[in-house]
């Protein structure tokens, strides 16, 4: 696992739009999957800003979509692909043929998961993952008491995630499931970004980067996977006690 700390939020998304260039370099269709959340905006707003002015063209890369509010989908302000259209797929005029995203109002919510699947597969897997934390440990929708192999389903979501989640939403939401690529089909990207900042995710981020691996903390669960690279902020760092 590597691990780069920068001193605030908007240096860690310019020190992550650097390494997602270098990893992608020479790539000639690459697949991302870009995490939704107030964590990676500002990593988002870079990437936006390098490709108007020509450091980087996202118009040669591929997304798919990390999870969706079920009963939701883009065109719900508040869900998860709203705010993705909003932070990076409108302002880099991403065409919607390079995006692969659950629709959380589908009514076969399991043909949108083996349709995800298939995207992910039939492009050759996925270069990198854009990950955040929640604060009870989740990655993607996938709450505590995870399976570590799981692949694309539909989830209950925990208490907290229903509770936090309101943050993206103008007024109160039902956020009781969510739709989500598992764990299992995360971990076989060639590349994790975990992205943490803030100081009311440094609890968490010392549980998962130094606590016990445990389903109870799904971010711990991708610490063996050779591709870990974890970037925070000082907030998010500043309970770990390697220094
Ligand atoms: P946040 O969400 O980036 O909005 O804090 C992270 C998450 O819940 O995975």
Same mark, same amino acid.
């Given at each position: 696992?590597?691990?780069?700390i920068?001193?605030?939020?908007e ?8 390494r =997602?260039?270098?990893? =992608?370099e020479?790539?000639?269709a ?7 959340g ?7 707003h870079?990437l936006?800003r390098?490709h108007? +002015?020509g450091?980087?063209?996202l ?6 979509? =990390?999870d ?5 989908? &883009? +065109?719900?302000e &508040?869900? /998860?692909?709203?705010w993705l ?7 880099s ?5 390079r995006?692969?995203?659950?629709d959380?109002r ?6 949108? /998961?083996?349709?995800?699947e298939r995207?992910i597969?039939g492009?050759?897997?996925m ?6 934390? &929640?604060?009870?440990g989740?990655i993607a929708?996938?709450e505590p008491?995870?399976?570590v192999a799981?692949?694309?389903?539909v989830?209950?979501?925990?208490p907290t995630? #229903?509770?936090?989640? #309101? !943050?993206?939403?103008?007024s109160?939401t *039902?956020?009781? !499931?969510?739709?989500t690529l598992g =764990?299992g ?13 803030? *100081?009311? !995710?440094a609890?968490?981020? #010392? ?9 109870d903390?799904?971010? +711990?669960?991708?610490?063996?996977h050779?591709g870990? *690279?974890?970037?925070l902020?000082e907030?998010a760092a500043?309970?770990l +006690?390697r220094g």
């Open positions: 696992m590597k691990l780069t920068g001193a605030t939020p240096i860690v998304g310019v020190q992550v739009a650097d =997602l260039g270098q990893c =992608l020479g790539v000639k690459p697949l991302v999957c870009p995490a939704s107030t964590t990676p905006a500002p990593l988002y870079e936006v390098r108007r +002015s450091g980087i063209d118009s040669t890369w591929y997304f798919v979509g =990390l969706e509010w079920v009963g939701l989908n &883009g +065109s719900d &508040g869900s /998860c692909r709203w259209d909003k932070d990076l797929f409108l302002p005029g991403i065409g919607q043929d995006i692969c995203f659950f959380g589908a009514s076969d919510l399991a043909g949108e /998961c083996a349709a995800t995207f597969a492009r050759g897997g270069n990198v993952v854009i990950l955040g934390i &929640g604060t009870n989740h929708m996938n008491g995870t399976d799981a692949r694309s389903r989830v209950e979501l925990h995630t #229903q509770s936090v989640g #309101q !943050k993206y939403f103008t109160q *039902e956020l009781e !499931k969510g739709i =764990l089909t995360i971990r076989e990207a060639r590349h994790i970004f975990l992205l943490a900042t803030g *100081e009311h !995710k609890s968490i981020i #010392q549980q998962a980067l130094e606590g016990p691996v445990s389903a903390v799904p971010a +711990s669960l991708l610490r063996d050779p870990l *690279e974890v970037w902020d907030a500043g309970r +006690s």
